[in-house]
């Protein structure tokens, strides 16, 4: 059933081996979340599947400053397809004046329905923040994942990999539609 859901899904798993290890996540999750939507077998299984040469969107560079008193500013180099850009926005804090620099220049059109941070070890302030932002765009909705000591640049890292997702699945509609 779950071999089917992923052909449905049309996500391509290479091997026996892989399939056997998005079923292993698969379980992991149902252990920890009573419902599973398609969104999560597809976050599931496009951290293996998704490579830096199907990326649309990705992270060069990001450099914020927020200080007390004054309106946070950040400054994100990023490439989509390839080519360099680069955003500047201002926001209420420098998470969202990242996503409002990036935003500048990809007009996505998304919104943004969750953001959460999470330690990925505990105890210690040195541990990478891990940010899940969820964007919903025409009624789809997209899971990204990102990782970094600085969870300004995790939240950054999060929102392309989100965008990359909504890029990639709406080919994927496009081409069966």
């Given at each position: ?155 950054a890292k999060a929102y392309l990999s989100a965008l990359n997702k909504l890029h990639s699945k709406a080919e994927r509609v496009a081409a069966q539609g």
């Amino acid at each position: 059933a779950f071999k089917q859901r992923l052909q449905e899904l049309g996500i391509e798993m290479e091997s026996e081996s892989e399939i056997n290890t998005a079923f292993a996540k698969f379980k992991e999750l149902a252990d920890r979340k009573a419902e599973i939507f398609d969104e999560d077998i597809l976050a599931l299984c496009s951290d293996e599947s998704v490579t830096a040469e199907k990326e649309q969107y990705g992270l060069v560079s990001l450099a914020q400053h927020s200080e007390t008193g004054e309106r946070p500013h950040a400054t994100v180099v990023f490439t989509v397809d390839g080519k360099e850009f680069r955003g500047e926005a201002q926001g209420n804090g420098p998470v969202d004046a990242s996503l409002k620099a990036i935003e500048s220049h990809v007009k996505s059109g998304a919104e943004l329905v969750l953001y959460s941070v999470n330690a990925i070890t505990s105890g210690s302030t040195e541990s990478q923040g891990e940010v899940t932002v969820r964007l919903q765009l025409g009624g789809r909705v997209v899971n990204g994942v990102g990782a970094d000591p600085d969870i300004v640049v995790a939240s950054a890292k999060a929102y392309l990999s989100a965008l990359n997702k909504l890029h990639s699945k709406a080919e994927r509609v496009a081409a069966q539609g």
